[in-house]
């Protein structure tokens, strides 16, 4: 989850689960494990951790459908 935030703090822009774990890759901040589907794992957490009450993430689902941004804003 770090390296997501991590990830949309430096593009700048608003990506997709796909383009955050390709990037994450490209930047050396996460490798991928046996798991066939690390897309759908880090969706789930971050939706997960978006709906927590007990802690806000510096990100936000983006109006761009199925895509996530960076805010700034860690609470």
């Not at 969706?43 to 700034?72: A, M, V, W």
């Amino acid at each position: 989850l770090e390296a997501a935030i991590e990830t949309l703090k430096r593009s700048g822009k608003p990506m997709n689960v796909k383009e955050i774990i390709a990037a994450m890759i490209e930047a050396n901040l996460w490798e991928p494990g046996p798991g066939k589907t690390p897309h759908l794992s880090l969706s789930s957490t971050i939706q997960r951790n978006l709906k927590k009450t007990d802690r806000q993430l510096p990100i936000k689902k983006s109006e761009e459908r199925g895509k996530f941004e960076y805010t700034g804003e860690a609470k």
